[in-house]
């Protein structure tokens, strides 16, 4: 099960709080063991835990804005450095304007350098090892995240491919190309030769593949076309399908099986709706770092209810809905919608890459 937020929060605070905490103790056991420990001593150290408490508040205010995937090692100790020395700078202020001193050491009230100095080595040291354990336990925990996204996207391909061979090819998909081919052997021998070629490259994708997860994006359009060449070759010129592929996405990294319900609605809901021959065009480009796809089909769209007749489509696209959902959590898009007498499906998909997408569904998707 995923991490939940509120956990990750109530984490943070324990932490939080018990290691400011620890510092507390520790600063009063140093002076108890060199006996300079008074009233005002321990007064001035619950100040500067205080104090360190509430500037550590602020460093995770902008480290949580701060992208742990877009950034290396060497960049975030930087950064780590940066903002401790920058929070040891406003605690000393802060200090300055509650004390007339900053730490209970016996050196001139005339030497602010040397009282700077004392300052500096009483919050740069406890905010580096603030910061370090945070990036240490956020990458723990994001990394316990992943590897629980990763086994759920697994066994979510695997059912994806499951189903796509119960619900789709057993029986109408296989079983009517069969008998397309087996009426071909007669007719045109080249022509089923042709048609058990796409078919036989359509099941090595669909049966064969061990590659459960990301494929390149130009592994999953050749199944695809596999997918239309055999329905063509089936409906002859009762279909027409174009694509149009922008080079750059061929090496996108995308989650096998996600295009194929949405390419057989298009096929299956066109042909009842659509006058003939039915036009679908496929498209592909990337756009600043995102991948979108359009699937667009003559015809018009199949209301909710009606589909809910059909056991095929709330099944295959709620599985398309949480494989998404599941693989590019926040950064993903996919809309549905009517618009000049075709049925646009478009699909967004993100790298997971630093920038954070806020969109809100708006439009009408299936089921």
Same mark, same amino acid.
């Given at each position: 099960?995923?991490?939940?937020?509120?956990?990750?929060?109530?984490?943070?605070?324990?932490?939080?709080?018990?290691?400011?905490?620890?510092?507390?103790?520790?600063?009063?056991?140093?002076?108890?063991?060199?006996?300079?420990?008074?009233?005002?001593?321990?007064?001035?150290?619950?100040?500067?835990?205080?104090?360190?408490?509430?500037?550590?508040?602020?460093?995770?205010?902008?480290?949580?804005?701060?992208?742990?995937?877009?950034?290396?090692?060497?960049?975030?100790?930087?950064?780590?450095?940066?903002?401790?020395?920058?929070?040891?700078?406003?605690?000393?202020?802060?200090?300055?304007?509650?004390?007339?001193?900053?730490?209970?050491?016996?050196? $001139?009230?005339?030497?602010?350098?040397?009282?700077?100095?004392?300052?500096?080595?009483?919050?740069?040291?406890?905010?580096?090892?603030?910061?370090?354990?945070?990036?240490?336990?956020?990458?723990?925990?994001? @990394?316990?995240?992943?590897?629980?996204?990763?086994?759920?996207?697994?066994?979510?391909?695997?059912?994806?491919?499951?189903?796509?061979?119960?619900?789709?090819?057993?029986?109408?998909?296989?079983?009517?190309?069969?008998?397309?081919?087996?009426?071909?052997?007669?007719?045109?021998?080249?022509?089923?030769?042709?048609?058990?070629?796409?078919?036989?490259?359509?099941?090595?994708?669909?049966?064969?593949?061990?590659?459960?997860?990301?494929?390149?994006?130009?592994?999953?359009?050749?199944?695809?076309?596999?997918?239309?060449?055999?329905?063509?070759?089936?409906?002859?010129?009762?279909?027409?399908?174009?694509?149009?592929?922008?080079?750059?996405?061929?090496?996108?990294?995308?989650?096998?099986?996600?295009?194929? $319900?949405?390419?057989?609605?298009?096929?299956?809901?066109?042909?009842?709706?659509?006058?003939?021959?039915?036009?679908?065009?496929?498209?592909?480009?990337? @756009?600043?770092?995102?991948?979108?796809?359009?699937?667009?089909?003559?015809?018009?769209?199949?209301?909710?209810?009606?589909?809910?007749?059909?056991?095929?489509? $709330?099944?295959?696209?709620?599985?398309?809905? @949480? @494989?998404?959902?599941?693989?590019?959590?926040?950064?993903?898009?996919?809309?549905?919608?009517?618009?000049?007498?075709?049925?646009?499906?478009?699909?967004?998909?993100?790298?997971?890459?630093?920038?954070?997408?806020?969109?809100?569904?708006?439009?009408?998707?299936?089921?």
């Amino acid at each position: 099960m995923l991490i939940d937020l509120k956990d990750r929060n109530h984490l943070f605070w324990i932490l939080h709080t018990s290691g400011w905490l620890i510092f507390l103790a520790i600063v009063l056991l140093i002076n108890k063991v060199g006996g300079h420990l008074t009233r005002a001593v321990a007064a001035e150290a619950f100040v500067s835990m205080a104090v360190g408490f509430m500037i550590t508040l602020g460093l995770r205010f902008l480290y949580r804005r701060t992208g742990l995937q877009a950034h290396s090692v060497l960049s975030l100790s930087f950064r780590a450095a940066a903002f401790s020395f920058l929070g040891a700078n406003v605690g000393i202020w802060i200090l300055a304007a509650i004390s007339s001193s900053y730490v209970q050491v016996d050196i $001139p009230a005339s030497s602010p350098i040397v009282r700077y100095l004392a300052g500096l080595s009483t919050y740069v040291a406890p905010f580096i090892g603030w910061s370090a354990l945070y990036f240490g336990i956020k990458f723990w925990q994001d @990394r316990i995240i992943q590897k629980e996204r990763t086994e759920k996207a697994r066994a979510l391909a695997q059912t994806a491919q499951l189903q796509m061979l119960r619900y789709r090819m057993n029986p109408h998909f296989l079983f009517n190309t069969l008998n397309s081919i087996r009426a071909l052997i007669s007719e045109n021998k080249a022509f089923a030769k042709t048609m058990v070629t796409e078919l036989s490259e359509y099941l090595r994708f669909a049966l064969v593949s061990k590659n459960y997860e990301n494929v390149p994006f130009k592994d999953e359009m050749e199944s695809v076309r596999h997918y239309f060449n055999i329905q063509k070759m089936r409906y002859e010129n009762k279909m027409d399908v174009t694509f149009d592929i922008d080079p750059a996405a061929d090496e996108y990294p995308i989650i096998s099986f996600v295009l194929h $319900p949405l390419a057989e609605n298009a096929v299956k809901y066109g042909l009842s709706t659509s006058p003939l021959p039915l036009r679908i065009q496929i498209s592909a480009k990337v @756009r600043q770092g995102a991948l979108q796809i359009d699937i667009v089909n003559s015809g018009s769209w199949v209301e909710p209810e009606r589909q809910e007749k059909d056991p095929l489509i $709330p099944k295959g696209l709620d599985n398309v809905r @949480r @494989r998404l959902a599941d693989a590019y959590p926040e950064k993903h898009r996919l809309d549905i919608f009517d618009e000049e007498g075709a049925v646009h499906v478009r699909l967004t998909l993100g790298k997971g890459r630093e920038e954070t997408w806020s969109w809100v569904r708006t439009s009408r998707e299936a089921g």
